[in-house]
C-alpha cells in the first residue's frame, strides 16, 4: 500500500508541473502547434531517459524512488492522451499536414530526447 502513497504523490507534483509550464508556454505562443504540449513530451522524454538511467546503471537506490521519480512524476508530468487529443483535433480541422508534423516530430524529438538523457546519466 505504500507504494501506492508514492506514485500518488509523484503524480500530483508532475501534474502541477505539466500544468504550470504548459500554460506559461501557451501564455506567450498563440499558435495552432500545440507547443505547450511538445514541449513537455520532449522534457519528459529526456528525464525519463536521465532518470531511469541513473536509477538503473549508475545508482541503486530503493525501489520507491522509481515509484515516486518515474510512475509517479513523470507519469503525471508527461501528456501522451492529451497529444494524441490534440492530434485528432488537427485533423478535424483539416490541418493534416500540422497533425502529420506534430505526430513526426514528437516522435523524433522524443527519441532523441530520450537517447540524450540515457547518454548523459551513463557519462561517469
Same mark, same amino acid.
Given at each position: 500500500?505504500?507504494?501506492?502513497?508514492?506514485?500518488?504523490? /509523484?503524480? /500530483? #507534483?508532475? /501534474?502541477?508541473?505539466?500544468? $504550470?509550464?504548459?500554460?506559461w508556454i501557451m501564455a506567450r505562443y498563440a499558435g495552432?502547434?500545440? #507547443?505547450?504540449?511538445?514541449? *513537455?513530451? *520532449?522534457?519528459?522524454?529526456? #528525464?525519463?531517459?536521465?532518470v531511469m538511467t541513473l536509477l538503473t546503471e549508475r545508482?541503486?537506490?530503493?525501489?520507491?524512488?522509481?515509484?515516486?521519480?518515474?510512475?509517479?512524476? #513523470?507519469?503525471?508530468?508527461?501528456?501522451?492522451? $492529451?497529444?494524441?487529443?490534440?492530434?485528432?483535433?488537427?485533423?478535424?480541422?483539416?490541418?493534416?499536414?500540422?497533425?502529420?508534423?506534430?505526430v513526426t516530430a514528437s516522435a523524433a524529438a522524443g527519441?532523441?530526447?530520450?537517447?540524450? /538523457?540515457?547518454?548523459?546519466?551513463?557519462?561517469?
Amino acid at each position: 500500500m505504500e507504494s501506492y502513497f508514492y506514485v500518488l504523490a /509523484g503524480a /500530483g #507534483l508532475g /501534474g502541477v508541473a505539466r500544468y $504550470a509550464l504548459g500554460s506559461w508556454i501557451m501564455a506567450r505562443y498563440a499558435g495552432p502547434f500545440p #507547443l505547450g504540449t511538445f514541449v *513537455i513530451n *520532449i522534457s519528459g522524454s529526456f #528525464l525519463i531517459g536521465l532518470v531511469m538511467t541513473l536509477l538503473t546503471e549508475r545508482f541503486q537506490p530503493h525501489p520507491y524512488w522509481r515509484l515516486f521519480l518515474v510512475v509517479g512524476v #513523470l507519469g503525471g508530468y508527461t501528456t501522451f492522451s $492529451a497529444f494524441e487529443y490534440e492530434t485528432l483535433q488537427s485533423m478535424r480541422g483539416g490541418e493534416h499536414w500540422l497533425g502529420l508534423l506534430y505526430v513526426t516530430a514528437s516522435a523524433a524529438a522524443g527519441y532523441m530526447a530520450v537517447w540524450l /538523457g540515457a547518454q548523459l546519466g551513463a557519462r561517469q
